[in-house]
């Protein structure tokens, strides 16, 4: 029983997620590529100093302070973009599969699925940490 124009068939929906996986990793790659372009234009010539460790600038350890590095056309921050764009493409595949299994009214699918995106998107927030002390 087709709902608009075409039906939510498993064909339908493999394809799209599909479509969506690609386009992320492609996307992520696009980002990754021209943030290291711009990194070894500006950090090219310069000679790693391994002496002393030093982490990530505070401004690359949040979401926020990676998208404001990416906007203005930081290097590292692109290139955190990037991965930030990698991490998400799995997580929005299965928020797609959530709303085409509920579109398809699979209530067993939705429900797994349901589970599935809220473990991912509680342990990408950081809930991870206190589920390793218990």
């Known amino acids: 029983m087709p709902h608009s124009g075409r039906s939510w068939t498993d064909e339908r929906v493999e394809s799209i997620v599909g479509f969506l996986l690609r386009g992320g990793v492609i996307t992520a790659a696009v980002f990754v590529l021209l943030g290291g372009f711009f990194y070894l234009i500006k950090y090219g010539s310069h000679f ?7 982490g990530e600038p505070a401004d690359l350890r949040t ?15 692109i290139i955190q973009f990037g991965l930030l764009i990698l991490m998400a493409t799995p997580v929005a595949r299965v928020a797609f599969l959530f709303f085409a299994f509920a579109r398809q009214r699979d209530r067993t699918y939705v429900v797994v699925t349901l ?7 509680y342990s990408l927030g950081g809930g991870y940490r206190s589920l390793l002390f218990l």
């Open 115 to 121: 589970i599935v995106l809220s473990i991912l998107i």
């Open 48 to 54: 790693p100093e391994y002496k002393v460790f030093s």
């Open 63 to 77: 979401v926020y302070g990676i998208v404001t590095d990416a906007l203005w056309l930081r290097s590292r921050g």
